[in-house]
């Protein structure tokens, strides 16, 4: 194992510790909030292997994990399986609808797959309310409004340790966001990673080199759904209501947002793009409560933000790492 290896295990380790004992010193609320960062981090790692690493631009990351959030709720609520379990379903669902919707999208690229995957962000809330009967249409449904459901809001019990529901979210969360950096890593390291960085560079030298660009894209559109799809199907859980407006067209740029702050290509700042995702509005909004005051508030911190540090967190730990090695 490698001296680089070692280090990242060793933050990695660090990291886990710290988001351990979060909750033992924030109230309920705020660790509900921190688990929507999680969440996020979700959602982002898959999209910057998507964007960051293959070079495709999605603004349609909402939609899959809108399949992902009502994956679960039909699971939940017509089937009465346990919220949890529903969480490999809607990865597997999500992940097959981004290996169908990638196989046409590869011969696409730039502003015209942005401008498709667009397009299915645009078109996700008609879909759910056309099928009323499955989705619950415009009014929604809520995923423990029923008796059986409603137990899983009671403190769960784990090693001995009793959790009330929003530490219970958190716990849930970071450690599928952890899972997910890990398997994240570990595929990103290996061969597949260096498919997707080549193709992210030059497409004539990756199929020069005999790398498929189209089962390397779809392979990478599958990927990021898989993620989306956990990231809804959590955000369903944590919001434990879905409808149209849970998965908003909003959501997929500012699920794009957050991976430029956090830095394309790199997965050290996606916590850094997670909590401006989920905190930078709330901050907006206090700052001033004028009409239309905090989006404003909202883009000039994000256009500084890009001015001052453009490559992103990744960017930022990227120049401590050298200062610490001078």
Same mark, same amino acid.
């Given at each position: 194992?490698?001296?680089?290896?070692?280090?990242?295990?060793?933050?990695?380790?660090?990291?886990?510790?710290?988001?351990?004992?979060?909750? %033992?010193? &924030?109230?309920? =609320?705020?660790?509900?909030?921190?688990?929507?960062?999680?969440?996020?981090?979700?959602?982002?790692?898959?999209? #910057?292997?998507?964007?960051?690493?293959?070079?495709?631009?999605?603004?349609?990351?909402?939609? =899959?994990?809108?399949?992902?959030?009502?994956?679960?709720?039909?699971? /939940?609520?017509?089937? *009465?399986?346990?919220?949890?379990?529903? $969480?490999?379903?809607? $990865?597997?669902?999500?992940?097959? %609808?981004?290996?169908?919707?990638?196989?046409?999208?590869?011969?696409?690229?730039?502003?015209? !797959?942005?401008?498709?995957? =667009?397009?299915?962000?645009?078109?996700?809330?008609?879909?759910?309310?056309?099928?009323? *009967?499955?989705? *619950?249409?415009?009014? +929604? &449904?809520?995923?423990?409004?029923?008796?059986?459901?409603?137990?899983?809001?009671?403190? &769960?019990?784990?090693?001995?340790? *009793?959790?009330?529901?929003? #530490?219970?979210?958190?716990?849930?969360?970071?450690?599928?966001?952890?899972?997910?950096?890990?398997?994240?890593?570990?595929?990103?390291?290996?061969?597949?990673?260096?498919?997707?960085?080549?193709?992210?560079?030059?497409?004539?030298?990756?199929?020069? @080199?005999? $790398?498929?660009?189209?089962?390397?894209?779809?392979?990478?559109?599958?990927?990021?759904?898989?993620?989306?799809?956990?990231?809804?199907?959590?955000?369903?859980?944590?919001?434990?209501?879905?409808?149209?407006?849970?998965?908003?067209?909003?959501?997929?740029?500012?699920?794009?947002?957050?991976?430029?702050?956090?830095?394309? +290509?790199?997965?050290?700042?996606? $916590?850094?793009?997670?909590?401006?995702?989920?905190? /930078?509005?709330?901050?907006?909004? #206090?700052?001033?409560?004028?009409?239309?005051?905090?989006? &404003?508030?909202?883009?000039?911190?994000?256009?500084?933000?890009? !001015?001052?540090?453009?490559?992103?967190? @990744?960017?930022?730990?990227?120049?401590?790492?050298?200062?610490?090695?001078?």
């Amino acid at each position: 194992m490698s001296r680089a290896t070692l280090k990242t295990l060793a933050v990695f380790a660090a990291l886990s510790g710290v988001v351990f004992v979060i909750p %033992a010193f &924030v109230n309920d =609320f705020r660790a509900q909030q921190f688990a929507y960062v999680g969440v996020y981090v979700v959602a982002l790692t898959g999209l #910057n292997i998507l964007t960051g690493y293959t070079g495709q631009i999605s603004l349609g990351h909402g939609a =899959f994990m809108a399949i992902g959030g009502y994956t679960t709720s039909i699971l /939940m609520i017509d089937h *009465g399986v346990k919220d949890i379990a529903t $969480i490999p379903f809607a $990865i597997v669902v999500a992940g097959v %609808a981004g290996v169908l919707f990638g196989l046409p999208a590869a011969r696409l690229s730039g502003l015209y !797959l942005a401008l498709a995957t =667009f397009g299915v962000a645009l078109a996700t809330p008609a879909v759910i309310k056309k099928f009323e *009967g499955f989705t *619950g249409g415009g009014t +929604g &449904v809520n995923l423990f409004g029923t008796p059986e459901l409603t137990a899983s809001l009671t403190p &769960v019990e784990i090693i001995g340790f *009793g959790l009330d529901f929003n #530490n219970w979210l958190y716990y849930l969360c970071w450690t599928l966001a952890l899972v997910g950096y890990v398997v994240a890593w570990l595929i990103l390291r290996g061969r597949t990673g260096r498919a997707f960085r080549a193709v992210r560079d030059s497409e004539t030298a990756a199929v020069s @080199s005999g $790398i498929s660009l189209t089962r390397t894209k779809v392979l990478a559109f599958g990927i990021s759904a898989a993620y989306a799809g956990a990231a809804g199907s959590l955000f369903a859980i944590t919001t434990t209501f879905v409808n149209p407006d849970t998965y908003p067209v909003t959501l997929s740029i500012f699920l794009l947002v957050g991976i430029v702050v956090a830095g394309l +290509g790199s997965l050290k700042g996606l $916590i850094a793009g997670a909590i401006f995702i989920q905190f /930078m509005p709330l901050w907006a909004q #206090n700052v001033s409560k004028s009409p239309g005051a905090p989006a &404003v508030v909202y883009g000039v911190a994000l256009i500084l933000l890009i !001015l001052v540090l453009p490559g992103g967190a @990744s960017g930022v730990i990227a120049r401590l790492q050298q200062l610490v090695r001078r």
